[in-house]
């Protein structure tokens, strides 16, 4: 369309939303501001101790259900002045006209279960990462250990208060504007956050022998028609065949996810089984191939699964919080040519 790259700003749990934009699209962020973030929002032991423990989540969950509408929660957002009078009341107005107590409810299981430290690396634009000390919402110890993640990401404080700004407006526009219209100097990069998907024909020789060239070509011609119809309605671009599967391209790992459970009884009614692995992570083009420790990954994951499963990263599971989608762990499964184990789970529709 010829517009100039926008100038982002994400607040609290808009901030993970505006993070995987700006990794995933690049070329469309020229600039990224954050405040009252972080890259978790609950406790993650050991490598993440900042945010509510899972006891404080659930109480939390208790108190939407028993007083969603009255102020529930108002603390955490409001600090002291949630205890001005007529406050809660304004609050609760506010929860009343926004949803009802289940739908809140999974709206907070969603925000905990949020979790976007694996992409934060991939951040490439000029990024500002506001926080202020006593936000009882996100500790200022989770969004310094934001912006020490994100390269060269900038982190200043503003004055100590509550989660909501509304008692420092001025600061907060003034540190955002100064950022947004300053002269940024990053390079460009060609790498960009893809979710990429992996299929495999299951026991692919073995029905080549004994269904003979021709059937198989024309079984493969149903597969590839399936394939196709599946990747343009989740919005997959096929980046190559790879002998008896493929390999696809997604800008939002669900839709890498749906697509790959879709794919398994469509094909399945074609009398054809497969396998699939999704990973989310950096990958460069070159021309018209893709690379990266992500392919990699994706690839070796994929071929973990047995015939009509979707197995996936953990990446890919704290990607899609609140998806509907369900992960279940099959522990740290050790991947040919990578140092390191990392967890695997299997995905299934809700």
Same mark, same amino acid.
């Given at each position: 369309m010829g517009l100039d790259p926008a100038a982002l700003w994400g607040t609290s749990e808009g901030g993970a939303v505006s993070i995987l934009f700006a990794a995933t699209y690049p070329d469309r962020v020229g600039l990224l501001s954050l405040f009252g973030t972080a890259a978790r929002f609950s406790q993650d032991l050991p490598d993440f101790p900042w945010g509510f423990t899972p006891t404080e989540v659930q109480s939390q969950l208790c108190a939407i259900e028993d007083d969603w509408g009255g102020g529930a929660l108002a603390e955490l957002f409001y600090g002291q002045a949630a205890e001005v009078p007529g406050m809660r009341e304004l609050f609760g107005r506010l929860q009343r006209s926004v949803s009802s107590p289940s739908m809140a409810k999974l709206w907070w299981q969603a925000f905990m279960a949020t979790d976007v430290r694996a992409v934060l690396g991939s951040i490439r634009v000029p990024t500002l990462v506001l926080a202020r000390p006593g936000d009882q919402l996100v500790p200022l110890e989770s969004s310094a250990a934001l912006a020490a993640t994100i390269p060269n990401a900038q982190f200043r404080l503003l004055p100590? /208060?509550?989660?909501?700004? @509304?008692?420092?407006?001025?600061?907060?526009?003034?540190?955002? *504007?100064?950022? @947004?219209?300053?002269?940024?100097? !990053?390079?460009?990069?060609?790498?960009?956050?893809?979710?990429?998907?992996?299929?495999?024909?299951?026991?692919?020789? &073995?029905?080549?022998?004994?269904?003979?060239?021709?059937?198989? %070509?024309?079984? *493969?011609? =149903?597969?590839?028609?399936?394939?196709?119809?599946?990747?343009? %309605?989740?919005?997959?671009?096929?980046?190559?065949?790879? =002998?008896? =599967?493929?390999?696809? *391209? @997604?800008?939002?790992?669900?839709? !890498?996810?749906?697509?790959?459970?879709?794919?398994?009884?469509?094909? !399945?009614?074609?009398?054809? !089984?497969? %396998?699939? /692995?999704?990973?989310?992570? &950096?990958?460069?083009?070159?021309?018209?191939?893709?690379?990266?420790?992500?392919v990699h990954i994706g690839a070796r994951i994929g071929a973990l699964a047995d015939a009509g499963e979707v197995f996936a990263s953990r990446t890919v599971r704290d990607?899609?919080?609140?998806?509907?989608?369900? @992960?279940?762990?099959?522990?740290?499964q050790q991947l040919k040519g990578l140092p390191e184990q990392i967890e695997i789970y299997r995905v299934s529709a809700a």
């Open positions: 100590p /208060g509550p989660h909501t700004p @509304f008692d420092i407006i001025d600061d907060l526009a003034r540190e955002v *504007l100064d950022f @947004f219209t300053g002269e940024s100097g !990053a390079p460009a990069d060609e790498r960009v956050l893809k979710t990429v998907l992996f299929t495999d024909i299951v026991s692919s020789t &073995e029905k080549l022998s004994t269904m003979g060239d021709t059937a198989w %070509r024309h079984q *493969l011609n =149903g597969h590839d028609s399936v394939v196709d119809n599946l990747l343009l %309605r989740y919005g997959g671009t096929r980046a190559k065949h790879t =002998g008896d =599967g493929v390999f696809a *391209l @997604f800008d939002a790992p669900t839709k !890498a996810a749906r697509c790959a459970l879709q794919l398994v009884p469509a094909l !399945a009614a074609l009398n054809i !089984a497969i %396998r699939a /692995g999704i990973h989310t992570g &950096e990958c460069e083009r070159r021309g018209q191939e893709w690379s990266g420790m992500a990607l899609t919080a609140g998806s509907g989608l369900t @992960f279940e762990s099959l522990g740290p």
